[in-house]
């Protein structure tokens, strides 16, 4: 398996407005970057809708939003550099292989 873990890139922030400033988040991939990643967990992932996926275990990832505008845009949960889901808005979450595994019940 190759090694396709998230490597944050540092990022200069310009021209960031106040409202921004309150809710800095994971910015660090480029759209196209997140757009590769995101064709990537759909190539490799399977569809779990909203009930397969216990809360839980995604509040042990890390999340990236999708760079844009809109208010209820795509996830990307990651934890250790991994990607381990996408949430896509009212659709549900496509989930990596062997990657939800109860991590938050051994702990």
Known sequence: MPDIRIVAQATSVV??????????????????QFSDLYEHICNSSTFAGFSAVPWEELGMCDVINEPTEEPESTRIYVRDGWPVAAMEFDVGYRLVPGMITNHWQQN
Request: charged share 15%; net charge negative; glycine share 0%.
């Open 15 to 32: 021209n960031v407005t106040p409202l921004a400033e309150a809710s800095q988040e994971a910015a660090f991939l480029t759209p196209e």
